[in-house]
């Protein structure tokens, strides 16, 4: 069961179900924490044919099986190109492996409008189940502009048993006509000690630095140790970028050091401020008597960001980065 995987998701799950309202819901939290799971763990509750208004699904009935398999009728699961794979596969559903001969194209991050319109011919179709009719969004603020106006008229006036939960890390970036058609389902950071359970029952190692590294997300900190990073290289990053090493970062995606190194200044500048950095342990972090440079490098980061996915010679961004970051934290130190 997801909730089980999941387990501080059965709190928020029990309160959906119970005070759900809308025929649409906007779940929405930091990155990390499950709003994908949660969505899709509603979205099969309301299918299930054997569980009580206000219950969780039962994970046996035969629209949990057909629900399980991916193959159920009455159910759609809206990705951008690039999540499909990553994302079904972390849910346990089918997918389809690209044809790598049909395009060379980079997978979209964006959910287009052609595969709004494909929902929409879903959405207007009868019931196959006689149940309901549920579609998931994640992320939701992955829509285009043409995309969420094409979904704004079925989301307000849906036909028949048709329901919507949108997933979202970054509702701001929603269109405020789309938020206004939403009943919102707020979804926190999981409480220390289960985070610390779950990554601990998975073999993570150093889990309590790398789950303070990702904000308090644990699916956030499972991914970044499976991807090869541990605490105790974490913990060196403030250390060898002050001394200028660009090897530090070269083993990240762009977006990635650049995530890497926003988080790094942010807990310089506090320190500046004589607050405890978030990110690393006290003990990793030098002590910068000057917030100037350090905001100035902050600045810079932001628009290096712009660029992050498409650098256009990966390793001389990154040799631009550290000189930029070794001089800022240089700098601040003096």
Do not use: Y
């Amino acid at each position: 069961m997801l909730n089980a995987d999941l387990p501080w998701l059965s709190a928020p799950l029990a309160d959906a179900l119970t005070r759900a309202r809308s025929h649409a819901l906007l779940v929405q939290g930091p990155a990390g924490v499950g709003q994908l799971e949660l969505a899709v763990k509603l979205a099969q509750s309301w299918l299930c044919e054997t569980a009580a208004p206000g219950q969780p699904a039962c994970d046996h009935c035969a629209s949990c099986k057909l629900f399980a398999s991916g193959t159920h009728p009455d159910f759609q699961l809206l990705l951008p190109e690039a999540l499909e794979a990553p994302a079904r596969e972390s849910l346990g559903l089918p997918f389809e492996e690209p044809d790598a001969k049909a395009g060379k194209a980079k997978p979209s991050k964006e959910i287009k409008v052609e595969a709004v319109r494909s929902l929409l011919a879903f959405a207007q179709a009868t019931s196959a189940r006689g149940r309901a009719k549920v579609v998931v969004i994640f992320p939701a603020e992955a829509l285009n502009g043409v995309a969420a106006n094409a979904l704004l008229k079925t989301l307000e006036e849906p036909s028949g048993l048709l329901r919507f939960v949108l997933a979202s890390h970054d509702s701001a970036g929603l269109l405020p006509t789309i938020r206004s058609r939403c009943q919102p389902l707020p979804l926190a950071l999981p409480e220390r000690g289960a985070a610390l359970a779950w990554l601990a029952a998975r073999g993570v190692e150093g889990a309590e630095g790398l789950l303070a590294a990702t904000g308090g997300r644990p699916q956030q900190a499972l991914e970044w140790f499976q991807a090869g990073l541990t605490d105790a290289a974490w913990q060196a990053l403030p250390k060898r970028i002050a001394r200028g090493e660009t090897q530090s970062l070269a083993d990240l995606a762009p977006p990635r050091a650049i995530d890497a190194l926003q988080r790094l200044c942010h807990d310089l500048v506090r320190r500046s401020h004589g607050q405890p950095g978030q990110f690393f342990a006290a003990a990793s972090l030098p002590s910068p008597k000057k917030a100037a440079p350090l905001l100035a490098w902050e600045a810079e980061l932001r628009r290096a960001a712009r660029h992050a996915d498409h650098p256009l010679n990966a390793s001389l961004w990154i040799e631009a980065l550290v000189a930029q970051a070794q001089a800022a934290v240089t700098a601040s130190i003096r």
